[in-house]
Structures are given as C-alpha cells and as structure tokens.
C-alpha cells in the first residue's frame, strides 16, 4: 500500500496535479470510476456476469485499478490505509451481522 501511495503521490506532483486533488475532487472522480466499473454490467443478467470475454475482463481490470488509485488518494489525505479501514468495517460488520 505504502509503494502505490508514494507512485501516485510522484506521479501527480510530476504533473503538477496537487492543487487539483482535494477530497471532494478525489471523492468525485472515485464515484464516476465506480460508476464506468457498474456500466460494464448494466445490461447484463446477473449470471451473465460471472463469465466475461478477455476484452471485458481487460476493461475490468481497467476500471477497478482507476477505483483502487482514486481510492487510495483519498485516503491518503486522510493518512488512512484502505487495507485497515476494511478490515476494520469488517469487525463491524461480524457485530452488525452475526452468523446465524
């Protein structure tokens, strides 16, 4: 995690893009990658879904690296690891929803 947090951080001071990165901009720009991600199913049956062409797994894989970076930015802001924050909501969600 801490590799791809310094790459972006590089990669946008290189560009000068910082002053661009605010955390609305960076919540923004993650809510239209999760929405070109949910596009790639819109018209799908659920169980179409489960197997995809190599060219709809590339987009994929496309879509869910931009959600990972815009993601991983956004916290950063916050000096926040996205791995702790999930397994941290997930001891919530065993509280919240215990095995039957």
Known sequence: ??????TLRNFAG???WNSFHTPKNLAMALS?????????FQWMEGEESRVVD???RKHIAEEVGDVMI???????KF???PLTCAEEKMKLNAVKYPEE
């Open 1 to 6: 995690m801490e590799k791809l947090k310094t």
């Open 79 to 81: 000096n926040l690891d």
């Open 32 to 40: 239209v990658e999760t929405a070109e991600l949910t596009e790639i």
């Open 70 to 76: 815009y993601l991983t930015m956004l916290a950063d």
């Open 54 to 56: 190599d060219a709809t």
């Open 14 to 16: 290189a560009r000068k």
